[in-house]
């Protein structure tokens, strides 16, 4: 039988959970927060110091499959967008509101920062194709739901 260096096999699945993170744009922060994690626990994770349940976590708050992460199949995602934690707020808000008027007054901010952080939202997701208004909006907020942006709950619509 061979040796398996257990070192070795964290230190891949560090790796791996950093490539994941870093091809969705999140910090260390952003995924301990979503794991449930602190950020030292990430850090502990990504530098191959970690406990299943940890790992389990970090695979959950990424949405991805921890059998597959630990599979020889697995490869190094494409990057994915990322969003301001502005714009997250404002697509957050429209996803919820329908509309960039009703999500500027929950917000409390002007209706042309909206509109302005839309049209960088629609340029980073990739979604300025779709027609302006409603359209475009939905798009938006499908394309931040099967990026992970967003809760699954929002792309039910």
């Known amino acids: 039988m061979p040796f398996l260096d257990w070192d070795d096999l964290l230190a891949d699945i560090g790796d791996r959970i950093r490539a994941e993170r870093k091809a969705r744009g999140?910090?260390?922060?952003?995924?301990?927060?979503?794991?449930g994690l602190d950020r030292a626990a990430?850090?502990?994770?990504?530098?191959?110091?970690?406990?299943?349940?940890?790992?389990i976590a970090a695979c959950t708050a990424l949405q991805v499959d921890f059998v597959q992460v630990l599979s020889g199949q697995w490869q190094v995602p494409a990057l994915r967008p990322s969003l301001t934690p502005a714009q997250h707020r404002v697509?957050?808000?429209?996803?919820?509101?329908?509309?960039?008027?009703?999500?500027?007054?929950r917000l409390g901010i002007p209706l042309d920062t909206v509109t302005s952080r839309l049209s960088e939202i629609y340029r980073r997701l990739g979604v300025t194709g779709a027609r302006r208004g409603e359209e475009r909006r939905v798009a938006a907020v499908r394309a931040a739901v099967q990026h992970g942006l967003l809760?699954?709950?929002?792309g039910t619509s």
């Open 26 to 35: 999140w910090s260390q922060t952003e995924l301990g927060h979503r794991a």
């Open 42 to 55: 990430v850090g502990r994770l990504e530098n191959g110091n970690t406990t299943l349940r940890c790992f």
């Open 91 to 105: 697509l957050r808000a429209v996803a919820v509101e329908g509309s960039a008027s009703a999500a500027a007054t």
């Open 151 to 154: 809760p699954s709950e929002f």
